[in-house]
Each structure stands twice: as C-alpha cells, then as structure tokens.
C-alpha cells in the first residue's frame, strides 16, 4: 500500500474463518512502512462481524492487540488556523488490548461496550521541513491512558465489507478517568456517525453518504486524542490534507462517493470531503472549512477491496492505496 503520511507499506494479513466451527475468527495483520510505520494487530471474534451482520445474537465477544508506531509522526497545532508549514516530527508509539462485550438485540439495533489498557508514549521530537519545532511538543511525556467505550449502532446495510443498500447510525462514547484505571488521562469523547448506501443507476451503482460529529472534553486530554482531520483513515478521512492536518476538541466531518463498476471485479469512484474543527460550538470558523475531492478505483475481492484514491486540496495532492472503503 501508498500514502503520502506513511510511504510505501508492506506486510501480510492472514485470517481464519469458523475454524474450529464455532463460527469465529483469527486476524493477523504485519505491517511496516519506508517512513517508519510498525502496525502490528491480532484480532479474535466470535461470531465473526461478518457472519454476526444483520442477525440477533446473544453475545459477541472481541480481543484485539495492537501495537501500533510512527517514526514520522506529523503535528502541525490545533485549531483550522494551523500552517502547513509549522510541520514538527515526532515518534508516536501506542500499544492497546481491547475487549469488547456485544449484543444484537435485533438484526438492526448493537449495543457494545469496550475497555481498552492502552499506552502512549511520544518522544524523539524534531524539526519539519520548515525548520519548526512546535513548543508545546517538548512537555509531552508518556502516558497510561485506559478508557471505558460504549457503542450503539443501528444498522440496516447489507454488508460491512461490501455495503450498497441501508444505512448506519453509530453513538459512541468514549471515557477516561481515574474510575476506569486512567492515572494520565481524564476525557470524554462523543461521536455521532451517519452513513447513507443508495443503488442508484444499477445493481452494482453505489452512492454513499457520510456525516461525523465529534466532541472531546476533558480535563486531561492526549494531545492525539483529540479530533482529528486529514489522511485516508476511516475516522479523520480527508483525501488531500496530511495525517493530523487539523487537530481541536471538535470536529464535523462529510464524505460523499459515488461508486461504480467498470469491469469484471473493477470498479471506480469519485468523491468530495468536507471537513472543521473548533474549540467550541461558538467559535466554530465556517470560513476556513477545508475541502477535498478526487477519484479512485477499486478492485473487489469476496473480503475485501483494494483502493486507490488521488485527493487534490488547496494543500495540494494525495494519493492513497489501500485496503477496504473509507466507509
């Protein structure tokens, strides 16, 4: 895989499905990067999320340990008034275990909750290109962060690897304090995710639509877990701004895709986000909204799909290759 944030990665997944007949499944994922990525996960679940999709169960259960650094991390300040050019450098380096309870209630309505051991640590700051080093940067010290993660989704789409039809209403909240084992770390996060899937000129012609509502509050805030924009990931996806481009406690995020097949088990797709962060509900600056658009291609395997997206932006161009739909 490419992207601008991470250079070329490399690396192997391998998954097994009702293996032991139990309808569950093992996901091993190796992954390194030319900038100096190392993403190392191994997933448990039972029932597998695609099997459990659209069904009502009784209990799922999740454990997933990741470790995950970045020798080239990017900050650039908080707030849309952050330059490009104040660019400073640092290694991040995160290692989780998270177990998550779940219950499908109906085919449509998940409730799941998560307690996620997590350490952070930041070191290694350094100039960027514009020879700036961020101030701010220098106080950061290694944290022991935990955080207790209660989700509530309804969901009416046909797949989560492949989704044409439905929609997808997510509330999570995400906490930490003392309560939870957090010695570093006192915050509250509330996210609000909609996603829109419309077959539209074919069987095959999908339109999606996403929007993203996120506030942080806290005492104690980790300077990355506040909300973020920029890069191709699903949470933070703007297709033509840098990982972290935009950081503050709040965030509104919108992406827009039209999908469709070209031949055989290719397929393209053009789309637009749209993107703000803010201190505040009052202090939200319209006038510097940040947008992006391109166009893609994708290659649909039974698990998964390859993406290539080329984003442009007034900060210039990116290109992503990847695995999976941003959303």
Known sequence: ????????????????????????????????????????????????????????????????????????????????????????LLTHETKNLQLTLGRGFTPNVIVEASYV??????????????GYLAPELLTLEKKFAPYVSIVLRYDTSDSQIHPTTGMRLMFQDDFAAGLVGSKDASFNRLTVDFRKYFL?????????????????????????????????????????????????????????????????????????????????????AWGKTAVDYGLGLRFYMPDFAVRVDVGFSREGMGLYFNFNHVF
């Open 1 to 88: 895989m490419y992207d601008p944030d991470i250079g070329v990665g490399y690396g192997g997944k391998a998954k097994f499905v009702d293996f032991l007949g139990h309808r569950e499944s093992f996901d091993l994922i190796l992954f390194n990067s030319s900038k100096g990525e190392r993403w190392y996960v191994f997933t448990f679940q039972i029932p597998d999320i695609e099997i459990r999709q659209g069904k009502t169960y009784k209990i799922s259960f999740d454990l997933k340990a990741e470790y995950d650094k970045y020798l080239n991390y990017s900050y650039y300040g908080v707030g849309m008034g952050s330059s490009k050019d104040n660019e400073s």
């Open 117 to 130: 051991l997590r350490s952070i640590d930041y070191y290694d700051f350094r100039e960027g290109d514009k």
């Open 200 to 284: 539209v000129f074919g069987a095959k012609d999908v339109f999606a639509f996403r929007t993203l509502v996120q506030y942080v509050g806290g005492d104690s805030i980790p300077l990355f877990d506040l909300s973020s924009l920029g890069g191709g990931g699903t949470l933070n996806c703007m297709r033509g701004y840098s990982l972290n481009r935009f950081l503050d406690k709040g965030k509104f995020l919108a992406n827009v895709e039209y999908r469709f097949p070209i031949f055989w088990r290719l397929g393209g797709n053009v789309f637009a986000d749209i993107g703000n962060v803010w201190p505040s509900l009052g202090d939200i």
